[in-house]
């Protein structure tokens, strides 16, 4: 059985800037323990019980775009879909803890 | 912002042993961006170059830039790294409104580039060599300005406003090991260390490197340990350190404030600590855990990068000579003295005496101008000398004037603050405001008279073989030509007429 715990969960919901409720936390924290479980089981069986991580299913590689400029967004096409802009620019609420 | 304790820094190099790490930020001078088309351009207005992809618009799918990997293979083989024949992408997740995906596609376990090192020369003349641990390429984020409260700092701020027009610029991150036994001067090392970096990418022609641009960063890790103890200190990470002064100040800050926290017995917090350039002082920002939460994974929407065996050694083939050689070659070419030598790497004036002397001057001369006059006006200005509005070629022709004996130096100084007036090349100032030096023997002779006449003992004490007594004569026929006459030519003439 994974240790998902109920804080575990918490945790990740804030960083994810998810709001959940108590019983959500009790709930989430038993259905990721099952899936985290479920992803064990499949590496056990392979054997070394080590699966290098997959980015993509088919191989391939080396998908490279040449340095050519492409025609951007106009200024306004490109704030058309927020919500809240000024001078030209996104506007969004302050943000303290970083920077 | 508190005041924090200093402690007297050759008190506390005494007491501790100085750890430093850095993390330096390149970025790259391609045409378009890291992972879409939009321009890859500094000052444009806000939000112009900016498409789907680099604003997360639902749907749209990056691809990776050949150009922006070619030039980071360069930078890890310039480094000396080895190039991961298996490099890929991923996501560093955050929430911040500096990327609009919510994360930022970076490289992570494997990284383009790994295990270099570079040698680094500090102004004492003790070399350093830095180990490399990785270089990865990532995307650099939008700019925020922050709005409301008192000095447009993010203490206060109302709102932001965000352009994204920097989001998905391509970077490149070099990281270093631990650097140990640089004692009191880690904080040269690490802005020669800085230096180093920017030579690099100038010369491999990847980078504008323009440090008050922002193409080049610098997050400085310090650290201290009392002398003998084997485990590292607990370190901070100072940003915003963008020019070269500022690394050696924020390091020597840092040492200084942690070492002050460390004698009383206290313990320093792992974070992130901003540099004030106006206060010349560190404050905290977020604490930091070892590694943030950024639930790195692969990104699912490019596929790996694989570089031949073929590419690397092609590009290795065009590396232009390490900086450490560079130096070497200039400095026997030159013939400049060993402290010569130094104080032009120190003052960044490699590249325009280069210039300069391919341009036909002599090195000693184009030394004396740009690290004396235009060095000078560069500070007045507040900055760089490659950057004043003059070209080594301009300087090479008014050396040619001085050297052909059409000015001196007075007057070629005066010529240099024409030229950086804007008025046109030093000849055509020389001719359009005719200030060549008079060596007319017929009007300097007319004036070696007037001033002979007031001081009639020279010629005797010339004749005695006491010279220094010209000296009076020559100051006055200059104050009497207003600087234009070739003092050489005024003293020949002066020996004649003693001899005659």
């Known amino acids: 059985m994974s240790e998902i715990t109920p804080d575990l969960v918490r945790h990740l919901a804030g960083l994810s800037r998810i709001l959940v409720t108590d019983q959500e936390v009790e709930q989430f924290a038993e259905q990721l323990s099952l899936i985290a479980d479920s992803v064990a089981t499949v590496s056990a069986a392979i054997e070394g019980g080590h699966v290098p991580a997959t980015s993509h299913p088919i191989p391939m590689a080396n998908v490279f775009r040449e340095d050519i400029v492409e025609p951007s967004l106009t200024q306004e096409q490109a704030l058309s879909g927020a919500p809240d802009s000024g001078d030209g620019r996104f506007r969004v609420a302050a943000i303290l803890d970083e920077e | 912002m508190a005041k ?88 560093k997740n955050y929430f911040y409104p500096d990327l609009a995906k919510n994360f930022q596609t970076s490289q992570y376990d494997e990284p ?104 080049v960063r610098c997050d400085a890790n310090v650290s201290l340990r009392p002398h003998g103890q084997e485990k590292l200190g607990t370190r901070t990470e100072t940003k915003n350190v963008n020019s070269l002064r500022s690394i050696e100040r924020a390091v020597r800050y840092e040492i200084q404030r942690q070492a002050a926290i460390l004698a009383k017995g206290g313990s320093i917090i792992q974070e992130t600590r901003h540099w004030h350039e106006d206060k010349g002082a560190t404050s905290s920002g977020r604490p930091k855990s070892d590694a943030d939460d950024y639930r790195y994974f692969p990104e699912p929407d490019l596929v790996p990068v694989q570089p031949s065996k073929e590419l690397i050694e092609s590009i290795r083939a065009t590396l232009p000579e390490k900086p450490a050689d560079r130096r070497k070659r200039l400095q026997n070419d030159w013939g400049f003295a060993e402290l ?161």
Request: hydrophobic fraction near 45%; charged fraction near 25%.
């Open chain 2, 4 to 91: 924090d304790e200093l402690m007297n820094y050759e008190k506390a190099l005494e007491q501790f042993e100085v750890v430093i790490g850095l993390e330096v930020h390149i970025e790259l001078n391609t045409k378009t961006k890291m992972f879409c088309g939009c321009r890859n351009e500094f000052g444009d207005e806000p939000n112009t170059n900016v498409c789907p992809i680099c604003i997360a618009l639902p749907g749209a799918l990056p691809a990776v830039n050949r150009k922006a990997v070619e030039s980071s293979i360069a930078i890890g083989l310039a480094l000396g790294c080895d190039i991961a024949p298996n490099g890929r992408f991923a996501r």
């Open chain 2, 340 to 500: 010569e030598f130094r104080d032009v790497v120190n003052a960044d004036l490699l590249d325009v005496i280069e210039e300069t002397v391919a341009a036909g001057a002599k090195p000693q001369s184009a030394r004396k101008w740009w690290s004396g006059e235009l060095a000078r006006a560069a500070n007045n200005e507040d900055k760089d000398v490659a950057d004043l509005a003059i070209t080594p070629i301009q300087v090479a022709e008014l050396a040619s004037l001085v050297e052909a004996g059409k000015l001196n130096d007075r007057l070629a100084r005066e010529v240099l603050t024409y030229v950086l007036a804007g008025e046109g090349n030093p000849a055509e100032i020389v001719s359009a405001r005719g200030l060549e030096v008079v060596s007319d023997d017929g009007a300097l002779i007319a004036a070696i008279d007037a001033a002979l006449a007031k001081q009639p003992d020279v010629l005797d004490a010339i004749r005695e073989g006491r010279m220094q007594a010209a000296g009076a004569v020559i100051g006055a026929v200059m104050q009497a030509m207003k600087g234009s006459a070739d003092a050489g030519r005024v003293r020949e003439l002066l020996i004649e007429k003693a001899n005659a």
């Open chain 2, 112 to 215: 383009i580039a790994f295990n270099g090192s570079l040698e680094v020369e500090i102004p004492s003349g003790a070399v350093h060599v830095i180990d490399i641990e990785r270089a990865h390429m990532e995307e650099d984020a939008g700019k925020l300005t922050h709005i409301g409260g008192s000095t447009g700092r993010i203490q206060g701020a109302e709102y932001s406003l965000v352009d994204y027009n920097r989001a998905g610029v391509p970077l490149v991150e070099i990281v270093t090991r631990p650097v140990f036994g640089a004692g009191s001067e880690a904080p040269e090392l690490a802005a020669a260390y800085v230096r180093s970096i920017r030579e690099i990418v100038k010369g491999l022609g990847v980078s504008d490197a323009k440090m008050e641009r922002g193409n």
